[in-house]
């Protein structure tokens, strides 16, 4: 059943409350907490209002006197308004705060360009010993909530606004280790996030009516990054196409190329969002479609490089590329 990672995070965590006195969830009025989550919550939650600065330096005070705080805002404001915050207060100090960024990607697509968060990943990846997670579905989130607790250091999550499909069955998600939802020696399809994963499947099952076999790798820790993983699915393919919903530069397809390009160069084709702000108004489903972060967008990319322009096999052609005039 679909259902948005923000919530499975916000009801894992008050399940947590009761069993670890430790932890303590701050506000920024989000809406994500009714105020009956409130209530039961007691002590361990504090809605600070839309403060996002002072948010990061609270956080950084109470995990320095022995607590752990989960801290609620959008990722925009997350990774650009407070980030000075982050960086000294939390990053410099290594200290255990869990920064649950929703809204992440284009989920604010409706808002435009100043709540979207595109370069979220980009930001947080590069500050020293902060580990970067992108759950794929609502399990995940559960998953990573639970082990952040053992976790040492900050930590970053980008959560999505609406519900989303589960993923198929596969590996537990594990911080730190890259999920292979799919094996094949053709091409590695590199993905983060609910979206760009169900998409990166989907074109994978079309290729397999082409007769490419493609890996499909769920990269949802950015940082550490799981390089092995990568190089070993990378080695006999020869191309990576990455897909996220992110600008191209500096989120999961910069750490795929910085990654093989020390320890397996191989072709890695980054596909995400163009260089420019968004300039089209629409909610987060009809952004996607229309920057072409598509399934279909995926599998001309891989015909494309792999040469296969008349392929064998019954597989639906894709739909014109919506980007494609605007982007070359």
């Not at 994500?32 to 600070?48: I, K, R």
């Not at 590695?188 to 760009?196: D, N, R, T």
């Not at 074109?203 to 007769?211: F, P, Q």
Request: charged share 20%; proline share 7%; hydrophobic share 45%.
């Amino acid at each position: 059943m679909s259902r948005a990672t923000r919530e499975a995070y916000r009801d894992s965590l008050l399940a947590l409350l009761d069993r670890h006195p430790d932890l303590i969830c701050l506000d920024t009025d989000t809406g994500l907490f009714s105020p009956e989550h409130a209530v039961g919550a007691g002590e361990q939650y504090l809605n600070l209002g839309i403060a996002e600065h002072n948010l990061m330096g609270i956080a950084a005070g109470l995990a320095a006197s022995g607590r752990m705080p989960f801290v609620n805002t959008m990722a925009a404001f997350a990774t650009s308004r407070a980030l000075e915050a982050v960086k000294i207060d939390i990053a410099y100090n290594r200290l255990p705060v869990r920064i649950m960024a929703t809204h992440g990607g284009l989920a604010a697509g409706h808002l435009g360009p100043t709540h979207q968060a595109l370069e979220d990943l980009a930001v947080m990846r590069v500050l020293p010993g902060m580990t970067v997670v992108v759950p794929a579905d609502a399990a995940a989130t559960e998953a990573f909530v639970e082990q952040s607790l053992n976790l040492d250091g900050p930590l970053y999550v980008r959560l999505g606004r609406n519900p989303s499909p589960p993923l198929p069955v596969g590996p537990p998600p594990v911080i730190g280790q890259a999920q292979t939802l799919r094996q094949g020696d053709d091409v590695v399809l590199a993905c983060c996030g609910p979206y760009p994963v169900l998409a990166c499947l989907a074109a994978a099952d079309v290729l397999a009516g082409d007769g490419i076999e493609a890996t499909v790798l769920n990269l949802h820790t950015l940082q550490p990054f799981d390089t092995a993983t990568l190089v070993a699915a990378a080695r006999p393919a020869g191309l990576v196409v990455t897909l996220e919903e992110h600008w191209r530069s500096g989120g999961l397809g910069g750490a795929v190329a910085e990654a093989l390009a020390e320890a397996a160069p191989t072709r890695v084709l980054r596909l995400g969002m163009p260089d420019r702000f968004v300039d089209t108004v629409g909610d987060q489903e009809h952004l996607i479609d229309h920057y072409g972060l598509t399934a279909e967008r995926v599998v001309r990319t891989v015909r494309t490089a792999l040469g296969a322009t008349a392929l064998r096999g019954t597989a639906k052609e894709p739909t014109e590329d919506p980007i494609k005039e605007r982007t070359t």
